[in-house]
């Protein structure tokens, strides 16, 4: 398995993508990730077409179990994000 990309790869790719340069493509990037950490975390969803669809989900209290010492103890509510994957991007990855 390679290794992931770094944001600095990702910024020299989508520069060049755009036929700009690697400032703009950088702006663009934390505008996007910006926009999409705002909204998720008010609550909403965002759908990055061909990729795929961020939400938050609220999780309810809870009982969990301690690996180490097997104690069970209630976990408060707490939200979390979540991933859908598009459909166009697995057919992209499988095709």
């Given at each position: 398995m390679s290794k992931p990309m770094t944001k600095t790869q990702l910024v020299a790719?989508?520069?060049?993508?755009?036929?700009?340069?690697?400032?703009?493509?950088?702006?663009?990037?934390?505008a996007i990730a910006s926009v999409v950490a705002t909204e998720v975390a008010a609550g909403g969803s965002i759908t990055l077409p061909g990729l795929g669809k961020v939400a938050c989900k609220a999780r309810p209290e809870r009982m969990v179990r301690n690996p180490a010492t097997g104690e069970q103890m209630q976990k408060p509510a707490d939200r979390q994000v979540k991933f859908a994957i598009a459909k166009a991007l697995k057919d992209?990855?499988?095709?």
């Open positions: 790719a989508v520069a060049e993508a755009m036929g700009s340069d690697k400032k703009t493509a950088s702006a663009a990037l934390d992209v990855v499988n095709g």
